[in-house]
């Protein structure tokens, strides 16, 4: 199980950003544009924190070269992997990542990654799963949705984000817990996910509560169950699955790496920036407006963190026979 206290527990991460332990005083600087790359498609909760970190750096005026976003989910985020750990310039290219860090490399062991090569930069925080419904779907309640599941027979259709990764490992284990038959459709991202669920293509989704914030303002989602240590502010009335019996919760990371082979000097103005991202009021507001829990780490806590999230992916996705 991967629960945001015990992410806090085993890294001694604290919730408040803190002066990285490189110097402050740094002569490097970008001398060209960021290649600001993100492990997910257009519209997903990666996308959307990555252009609003780009907004934030450009309103403040806090790097004298742009961030450029750069989306490349393919292969359930192995085409970012394969591009940043192949850069050029280990100077100019970071990452935006979420939890297909671990579990693509787990699972395509061919690609050759090794995620302790790339350079940490920041924890900006951690984003819990929620089941979510079509409004017409007449399902109201997370019992309405065992048994329509069940009704179904197997044809019960839902959609995530890549195979193998975050949210079919969600979906997995919502169906092992309660015996259901659910065929799984993989996206290159939550954008595209939230939009087919909007469009009703498929029947119900995991988003991150930021990717389906807008159709359920508009009244177009219902949500079920949350996937979080404890119910979310937002959605006070959702009941998580720990409370039905289940001792399961899951978090997306949202935790940006430079890529293998970053100097000292470049890590270090990124670490500094992303810090001054991290304590502006523009994300704290963020992470609040969005469901996102805060979660800050240093650069040798990140590393920690890496490696015990490849040990919980292993046992995860053995257990769900991946």
């Not at 919730?15 to 740094?26: E, F, G, K, N, R």
């Not at 990654?113 to 979510?132: H, N, S």
């Not at 038959?181 to 498929?202: E, F, R």
């Amino acid at each position: 199980m991967i629960t945001r206290r015990s992410i806090l527990a085993l890294t001694g991460a604290t919730i408040l950003a803190t002066t990285p332990m490189i110097a402050q005083a740094q002569d490097w600087q970008p001398r060209k544009p960021i290649d600001f790359v993100i492990m997910a498609g257009p519209g997903g909760g990666a996308d959307q924190i990555a252009r609003y970190i780009q907004s934030v750096a450009e309103q403040k005026d806090l790097t004298n070269r742009p961030l450029v976003p750069n989306n490349k989910g393919g292969g359930s985020g192995a085409e970012a992997l394969i591009h940043v750990s192949g850069a050029s310039d280990p100077d100019h290219t970071i990452l935006v990542t979420l939890n297909s860090f671990f579990t693509t490399p787990l699972r395509q062991e061919n690609l050759g990654i090794d995620i302790q090569a790339f350079t940490p930069v920041a924890m900006m925080g951690v984003d819990p799963f929620v089941l979510w419904v079509h409004k017409d779907s007449g399902i109201t309640t997370f019992d309405d949705y065992v048994a329509k599941v069940k009704e179904m027979g197997g044809e019960y259709v839902m959609g995530g984000t890549g195979a193998g990764q975050e949210d079919s490992i969600v979906i997995a284990f919502m169906s092992g817990a309660y015996d259901l038959d659910i065929k799984y459709i993989p996206y290159d991202g939550g954008g595209a996910v939230a939009k087919d669920l909007a469009g009703q293509q498929i029947m119900a989704s995991v988003n991150n509560p930021a990717e389906a914030k807008g159709f359920y303002e508009a009244g177009d989602f219902t949500p079920l169950l949350a996937f979080s240590d404890e119910r979310m502010p937002a959605y006070p009335d959702v009941p998580t699955i720990k409370e039905l019996g289940h001792d399961f919760s899951y978090y997306n990371q949202r935790a940006v790496v430079g890529a293998p082979g970053m100097s000292d000097e470049a890590a270090a103005y990124y670490q500094t920036l992303f810090t001054e991202i991290y304590n502006s009021d523009e994300w704290q507001s963020y992470l609040t407006s969005e469901s996102l829990s805060p979660l800050w780490m240093d650069a040798s806590e990140q590393r920690d963190y890496w490696a015990l999230q490849v040990e919980n992916h292993q046992k995860l996705l053995a257990a769900l026979g991946e």
